[in-house]
């Protein structure tokens, strides 16, 4: 998928630059169902907060940084995330 919208990014074409910001998307969902575990105590309309309901319905930097800090582990090594 990465490769893909890689690939369309690169175009000229709008069409194409469109449906790669919709495959970075798709990833980025990915991401976020694979990597959330949980925010203790946080809730979206009265309910726990899931990556769903922070990209639907919550506020659009909460999702942002989880996506950000799931981005950062995911690069980092096993002795820099114990420092």
């Not at 980025?28 to 105590?41: H, I, P, Q, S, T």
């Amino acid at each position: 998928m990465g490769r893909r919208a890689e690939f369309l990014d690169a175009s000229g074409e709008a069409k194409d630059r469109i449906e790669a910001a919709v495959v970075k998307a798709e990833i980025d969902r990915a991401y976020l169902d694979w990597g959330w575990v949980g925010v203790e105590g946080l809730e979206i309309d009265g309910a726990a907060a899931t990556p769903g309901s922070a990209i639907e319905a919550g506020p659009a930097e909460l999702a942002a940084e989880v996506l950000a800090r799931i981005k950062s582990e995911c690069g980092l090594t096993d002795d820099e995330r114990k420092n």
